[in-house]
């Protein structure tokens, strides 16, 4: 059974402040990865992929630690509008698509 | 480009009811799945399809079908609904298995 484990939150952060959340997958022969955000009652939408070297995309940074089997993401200086739930999602390499995780809800405080 | 397009947003059946969820997307993706959101559950995976004619299951297949005649579309039938099928339910797209997925916007489906 592929697992793919967060912590569910919330994390509460005070506007402007750094705030990173990790996530554990279990299948070692898992090939891609990303990170999605989800609003409330709306889709997950797409928020970055991470690759093996990491990469940053304005003030979010991924990074892949395949040694001990997670990937992590950095919110800096973080908006009211970062408030959402992020999804940690992983590809087993099977046709059968993502496992996502249960995500972990961020909100951020004026 | 319209993406991937889901209806009805809102159903409310009753129990022993069937119904048919659409998707479909104008990306020209082979791969669409389907999946369901319960609180504390997260997204479960219900069918999937690699391409036109070409069906699988997923993780919570039981009370479901689904079909893959063309590229576009990707409906999900409800046989006799339950209480249980209570739930969020969004269809996925992508260009193929290794590929992040874009979701349509969902629909809300309440069985009584």
């Known amino acids: 059974r592929k697992e793919v484990e967060q912590d569910p939150g919330p994390f509460n952060v005070p506007e402007g402040a750094t705030v990173a959340f990790n996530c554990t997958y279990s299948?070692?022969?898992?090939?891609?990865f990303f990170w999605y955000r989800q609003d409330c009652r709306k889709e997950p939408k797409l928020l970055m992929s991470?690759?093996?070297s990491g990469n940053e995309d304005g003030r979010f940074t991924a990074q892949l630690n395949r040694a001990s089997q997670y990937i992590s993401l950095l919110i800096r200086d973080s908006k009211l509008s970062d408030s959402a739930t992020y999804l940690c999602?992983?590809?087993?390499?099977?046709?059968?698509?993502?496992?996502f995780g249960k995500g972990t809800h961020l909100i951020i405080q004026p | 480009n319209a993406g991937v397009t889901q209806t009805p947003k809102f159903q409310v059946l009753k129990t022993g009811q069937s119904m048919t969820l659409q998707c479909a997307q104008d990306?020209?993706?082979?791969?669409m799945s389907w999946y369901r959101q319960d609180p504390g559950m997260g997204l479960r995976l219900i069918h999937y399809?690699?391409?036109?004619?070409?069906?699988d299951q997923g993780e919570v297949p039981n009370g479901y079908n689904v079909s893959r005649s063309t590229t576009e579309d990707f409906p999900l039938r409800l046989l006799s609904a339950a209480p249980s099928q209570t739930s969020v339910y969004f269809c996925?797209?992508?260009?193929?298995?290794?590929?992040?997925?874009?979701f349509g916007p969902g629909t809300r489906l309440t069985v009584t």
């Open positions: 996925a797209s992508s260009y193929g298995t290794v590929n992040e997925q874009y």
């Open positions: 299948n070692s022969a898992s090939q891609s």
């Open positions: 991470v690759y093996s």
């Open positions: 999602v992983v590809l087993g390499g099977g046709a059968d698509g993502l496992t």
């Open positions: 990306m020209n993706h082979e791969y």
């Open positions: 399809s690699v391409g036109a004619g070409i069906t």
